[in-house]
Nanobody, 120 residues
Framework: QVQLVESGGGLVQPGGSLRLSCAAS????????MGWYRQAPGRQRELVAS???????YSADSVKGRFTISRDNARKTVYLQMNSLKPEDTAVYFC??????????????WGQGTQVTVSS
């Protein structure tokens, strides 16, 4: 099996910064795309940012210029640096990985989620 373990969430004041990390482990042959989603209460889960194994990245318009996604392929870890945080960034943030398992099955896996709260 494959596990994704997130860390780095918490409470921060508006304008502050947080860095989320997500480490993948288990029966992994390779990882294609790693990304971050978020879900606020009463809203659908939305893609925040993603990155491919080759280094291409995508960021949602709502976070461009404030959030930066990066990845360490050797450590199977993806990061989300969040700056200039706003109250509307408050949500549970989930890590997602598009994985080719050791059995050569392609599957998507999710982390357990980490709460980010932006409030004064």
């Amino acid at each position: 099996q494959v596990q994704l373990v997130e860390s780095g969430g918490g409470l921060v004041q508006p304008g502050g910064s947080l860095r989320l990390s997500c480490a993948a482990s288990g029966s992994i042959f390779s990882i294609f795309v790693m990304g971050w989603y978020r879900q606020a209460p009463g809203r659908q889960r939305e893609l925040v940012a993603s990155t491919t194994s080759g280094g291409s990245t995508y960021s949602a318009d709502s976070v461009k210029g404030r959030f930066t996604i990066s990845r360490d392929n050797a450590r199977k870890t993806v990061y989300l640096q969040m700056n200039s945080l706003k109250p509307e960034d408050t949500a549970v943030y989930f890590c997602n990985a598009d994985v080719l398992t050791s059995d050569r099955l392609r599957r998507a896996f999710w982390g357990q989620g980490t709460q980010v709260t932006v409030s004064s």
